[in-house]
């Protein structure tokens, strides 16, 4: 069975740190550039963290910058999202999605989301 299956989130108090997971089941990861998006109450999906095919390829949309850190390790077809100094505004619903363009086909895979909630 093809799936992402996130995992890590919960409630923490502002500033205060999170190590989401995103496990693949049924792919390599490696074959995808995976992408962290949150969407908090009443907001679009925002994309916080990319990484492609390199580790070195990272990129972070600017709220997030210098807080984030997305990680992989393929031997155990897991992504990370470190969240460190965390805010009240990066209260959301965060999904992994893994991405992969082939000559003959796309692949695209989002996990079901897990809750992160910052607040005192």
């Known amino acids: 069975q093809v799936q992402l299956v996130e995992s890590g989130g919960g409630l923490v108090q502002p500033g205060g740190s999170l190590r989401l997971s995103c496990a693949a089941t049924g792919f390599r990861l490696s074959l995808y550039a995976m992408s962290w998006y949150r969407q908090a109450p009443g907001r679009e999906r925002e994309r916080v963290a990319h990484?492609?095919?390199?580790?070195?390829?990272?990129n972070y949309t600017d709220s997030v910058k210098g807080r984030f850190t997305i990680s992989a390790d393929y031997t155990k077809d897991t992504v990370y999202l470190q969240m460190n100094s965390l805010k009240p505004e990066d209260t959301a619903v965060y999904y992994c999605?893994?991405?992969?363009?082939?000559?003959?086909?796309?692949?695209?895979?989002w996990g079901q989301g897990t809750r992160v909630t910052v607040s005192s």
């Open positions: 990484m492609g095919l390199s580790p070195s390829s990272a």
């Open positions: 999605h893994a991405l992969r363009r082939a000559s003959w086909g796309v692949y695209d895979y």
